[in-house]
């Protein structure tokens, strides 16, 4: 347009009217396109606004979608975990209950109870790697958050609110209790004499029945 102001000054001084109407209709033309192109230049700038916008909440939406991705694949893996866990405790309780009846006399049942032991050992080990503990027991304060009592009995060697036998061992996952622990409690001296011994039961599991090289922490 700057080409165009000397060439328009000086058809108007010659009075060329056909070539100032010329001028004045490239000059025109040349404003509205100009004008379009502001147009199409705001128009492109809105959209791209737009679209960052959209792209800002695209990321957002992505961003919460992986956080509740990974929410939902440790809860369920928690889950899958601590299902297999509590299938796995009866299993705990046979192992225990045979050990305790098993006297081996000849050398075969020796060699079938040391196998024994290899595979409790091993199972042992499984469960620790898990994060599994027992609940303790005997000689701890009854916790009804840890322990179910299922009787009290007078004991001398216990003073009263103290676990005195454990009937059904207990278990944790980290702080989570997979299964309390099922046991008897102190109620004190009572009618018992200071001369009396304690009539705890012997032979009972206690917290840390088991084998000693391999049993699961106690807590």
């Known amino acids: 347009m700057e080409t165009l102001i000397p060439i328009y000054k000086e058809a108007i001084l010659d ?9 004045e209709a ?16 705001a128009s492109l700038s809105a959209d791209i606004a737009s679209k960052k916008d959209n792209y800002i909440h695209l990321q957002a939406d992505f961003d919460n979608f992986r956080k509740r991705f990974e929410k939902d694949r440790l809860t369920f893996t928690s889950k899958t975990q601590l299902d297999l866990i509590e299938s796995l405790l009866p299993l705990v309780d046979n192992f225990e209950r045979a050990k305790q009846q098993n006297r081996p006399e000849t050398e075969k049942e020796k060699n079938i109870a040391t196998s024994y032991q290899g595979i409790y050992k091993q199972f042992v080990e499984t469960m620790r790697s898990l994060r599994v503990a027992v609940i303790g027991t005997v000689g701890k ?3 009804p958050s840890l322990h179910e009592a299922i009787a009290r ?13 454990e009937i ?3 278990f944790l996952l980290g702080d989570r209790i997979l299964r309390p622990a099922k046991v008897k409690v102190s109620a004190g001296p009572g009618r018992y004499k200071a001369t009396t011994t304690s009539e705890k039961s ?10 000693d090289e391999s049993s699961l922490p106690n807590r």
């Not at 009075?15 to 001028?23: M, R, T």
């Open 15 to 23: 009075l060329d009217e056909k070539a100032v109407s010329d001028i």
């Open 26 to 41: 490239m000059i025109c033309n040349m404003e509205k396109e100009k004008n379009e192109l502001i147009q199409k230049v």
């Open 141 to 143: 304060p009854f916790d």
């Open 153 to 165: 009995e007078e004991s001398l060697e216990f003073k009263e609110g103290i676990i005195v036998q």
């Open 168 to 170: 059904r061992r207990g």
């Open 202 to 211: 012997i032979g009972q599991p206690t917290a840390t029945a088991g084998l």
